[in-house]
């Protein structure tokens, strides 16, 4: 079974996802994730890791179209190698 982890929107509403996977893509970590509500069925979310004003390791929405490419890249490059043997 895949790790959890709850994410809380901007509207103090509770989310589940499994943690797909954790890429490290120029410098930055970012976690693959997916939902586990049925409305958003083979969708993943794709979070870069940073520091919050606290100092607290925290996700944030990627917002940059390049950066998110790149990812995105990178995880179906993981992906293709992680399940090749499918």
């Known amino acids: 079974m895949s790790?959890?982890?709850?994410l809380i929107d901007e509207d103090d509403v509770e989310h589940e996802f499994a943690v797909e996977a954790f890429l490290d893509v120029d410098g930055n970590r970012y976690a693959v994730l997916v939902p586990q509500s049925e409305e958003f069925v083979d969708e993943a979310v794709i979070m870069r890791f940073?520091?919050?004003?606290?100092?607290?390791?925290?996700l944030f929405d990627?917002?940059?179209?390049?950066e998110w490419e790149k990812v995105a890249d990178a995880y179906e490059a993981f992906a293709d190698e992680e399940?090749?043997?499918d």
């Open 62 to 66: 990627i917002e940059d179209d390049e």
């Open 3 to 6: 790790d959890m982890i709850t």
């Open 50 to 58: 940073g520091e919050d004003e606290n100092g607290e390791e925290v």
């Open 83 to 85: 399940y090749q043997d």
